[in-house]
């Protein structure tokens, strides 16, 4: 005979996984600011009424990640009767330029949105844009380790190599940065060396800048 206790425990479970009062009776969605809430309620697919317990988060989780503006998605129970779903929604970093529009890609160099760039958000110019692509990649990462001071110059990055990333500034000065390596110390010698006069500001040995 099963001890008391385990026979309780089961009883309270087949209570949660079949009873109406621990049933779906609402949904949240949190984190939807420009992903349409109606798509995102139309691919959780979960019907009203459902219990909670029965409820596959997992899959959930995954049809609303589906959406291409979404980065990710959380959807968890919220007893007694309601299903939560958490976005984090996809943040134009850069835009390449194509017959059909701007493409927008995001931090990790996915491209997830076709439309106008938004203003701060510069060009990308390399041969294979893309998440897949180093070249893509290391710009994304020069770009991140900007100070923002620096980072609202930049009206253009082109990544010729990973070793080969530079920044044109919206005055059309052009900063030659290199590679990844050294990026922090780069930007810190970047801004005092954008107060001298010239055109070109090579900070790729950020020990031996050089502005022509």
Known sequence: MLPF???VVVGLLLTAWLSPVLSVRGTEVWGATTVDEAQILDLLAIPAGQPLMRVDTGSAAARVAA???VASARVQRMYPSTIRVT???RVP??????????HFLDETGVDFEIGVPPPGVPRLVTATPGWNDPSTLAALNVLAALPPELRFQVGEVAARSIS???????DGRVVNWG????SDRKAAVTLPLLTQP???YDVSSPDLPTVR
């Open 179 to 182: 590679g990844v390596e050294k």
């Open 87 to 89: 976005v984090t929604e």
């Open 5 to 7: 206790a385990t026979v």
């Open 164 to 170: 080969d990333v530079s920044l044109t500034l919206v």
């Open 93 to 102: 970093v850069v835009f390449i330029d194509s017959p059909e529009g701007a």
């Open 67 to 69: 959406i291409p503006k």
């Open 198 to 200: 010239g055109q070109t």
